[in-house]
């Protein structure tokens, strides 16, 4: 398929961690170590979605399965431009996309999992969440003041808190898995190097302005409790139904390939086919087919 030897069917599945338990952040890398050819990897990439483009097709036709793409990360480790790329080819009927910023007041007065609750995916669709409930143990429990505004009665928001959020999101993405819905879970690893030289570049850049917010650097001051939340959320949330990719992002190209790839090998997996049409349908379709044969074509003249 390509020249660069870290393109192979499913080599997104040393990044994949379903046993939680053993997760250490430390142990993982933010780069992948690769000489990565920009335009070679954007033909691979290229490659790739065509091939999920066509198993989405199936699967919407299919019916029978729904796929959630679950990604966080730090910022400008390059959420929105990899969902962009590896979804430029699906068609938009078939594909729901929602970004979770802020809770709103509506969001607020109902429980922490209410608000992405009602953004699944129907049947036979590619959900993407770009941010998800994964905010209630990473940016919550960095800024733990963000409780107050759920206005919890006192006695649930207890030391153990974290560990119940744990409790209650593995318990629903089991739900899912028991129903029709394959959940996929992306942590873009960046490096703190990485992401500085992306903020000078969206300072020095005119045409990148617009994507710098100062308080993407007062975020920044939290990078080592951030990193210890994504671990002990990583630990507690991954399993073999609802895994978690720990994709290094310091190079967009290569995270880009690795993400398009697990979510190829998930397609893949489901063993998706059109639907099978009874012979009674399918002579059906020739008498049909023989109807428009013989149509005169001037009835449509105006």
């Given at each position: 398929?390509?020249?660069?030897?870290?393109?192979?069917?499913?080599?997104?599945?040393?990044?994949r961690?379903?046993e939680?338990?053993?997760?250490?952040?430390?142990?993982?890398?933010?780069?992948?170590?690769?000489?990565?050819?920009?335009?070679e990897?954007?033909?691979?990439?290229?490659?790739?979605?065509?091939?999920?483009?066509?198993?989405?097709?199936i699967?919407?036709?299919?019916?029978?399965?729904?796929?959630?793409?679950?990604?966080?990360?730090?910022?400008?480790?390059?959420n929105?431009?990899?969902?962009k790329?590896?979804?430029?080819?699906?068609?938009?009927?078939g594909?729901?996309?929602y970004a979770?910023?802020?809770?709103?007041?509506?969001?607020?007065?109902?429980?922490?999992?209410?608000?992405t609750t009602?953004?699944?995916p129907?049947?036979?669709?590619?959900?993407?969440?770009?941010r998800?409930?994964?905010?209630?143990?990473?940016?919550?429990?960095v800024?733990?003041?963000?409780?107050?505004?759920?206005?919890?009665?006192?006695n649930?928001?207890?030391?153990?808190?974290?560990e119940?959020?744990?409790?209650?999101?593995?318990a629903?993405?089991?739900?899912m898995?028991?129903?029709?819905t394959?959940?996929?879970?992306?942590?873009?690893?960046?490096?703190?190097?990485?992401?500085?030289?992306?903020f000078?570049?969206r300072?020095?850049?005119?045409?990148?302005?617009?994507k710098?917010?100062?308080?993407?650097?007062?975020?920044?001051?939290?990078?080592?409790?951030?990193?210890?939340?994504?671990?002990?959320?990583?630990?507690?949330?991954a399993?073999?139904?609802?895994p978690?990719?720990?994709?290094?992002?310091d190079?967009?190209?290569?995270?880009?390939l690795?993400?398009?790839?697990a979510v190829l090998?998930?397609?893949?997996?489901?063993?998706?086919?059109?639907?099978s049409?009874?012979?009674?349908?399918?002579?059906?379709?020739?008498?049909?087919?023989?109807i428009?044969?013989?149509?005169e074509?001037?009835?449509?003249?105006?």
């Amino acid at each position: 398929m390509a020249k660069n030897n870290f393109v192979k069917n499913n080599f997104s599945e040393k990044y994949r961690v379903e046993e939680g338990n053993k997760f250490q952040l430390k142990d993982w890398e933010t780069s992948s170590g690769e000489k990565i050819d920009e335009d070679e990897a954007e033909d691979q990439l290229k490659e790739i979605v065509e091939q999920i483009s066509d198993l989405q097709n199936i699967l919407y036709a299919d019916n029978k399965w729904s796929l959630l793409l679950i990604f966080q990360a730090m910022d400008a480790a390059g959420n929105h431009s990899t969902i962009k790329n590896i979804l430029s080819g699906v068609n938009p009927q078939g594909c729901e996309v929602y970004a979770f910023g802020r809770p709103s007041v509506e969001e607020l007065g109902h429980d922490f999992l209410w608000r992405t609750t009602k953004c699944l995916p129907q049947r036979g669709n590619i959900g993407v969440f770009n941010r998800s409930y994964y905010e209630e143990t990473l940016v919550a429990r960095v800024h733990p003041e963000l409780l107050k505004a759920q206005c919890l009665p006192n006695n649930l928001v207890t030391e153990n808190i974290w560990e119940e959020r744990f409790e209650d999101i593995c318990a629903f993405e089991k739900h899912m898995a028991r129903s029709i819905t394959k959940v996929l879970k992306f942590f873009l690893h960046l490096s703190p190097e990485e992401q500085k030289a992306r903020f000078l570049e969206r300072i020095d850049n005119p045409k990148k302005n617009w994507k710098f917010d100062k308080n993407d650097l007062y975020e920044r001051t939290f990078w080592k409790r951030y990193m210890h939340a994504y671990e002990e959320t990583i630990q507690h949330t991954a399993c073999k139904h609802a895994p978690w990719y720990v994709i290094p992002a310091d190079n967009k190209a290569y995270a880009r390939l690795a993400v398009a790839d697990a979510v190829l090998s998930t397609l893949k997996d489901l063993d998706l086919k059109y639907p099978s049409l009874s012979d009674e349908i399918i002579v059906s379709l020739k008498s049909f087919k023989g109807i428009l044969d013989k149509e005169e074509q001037d009835i449509y003249k105006i």
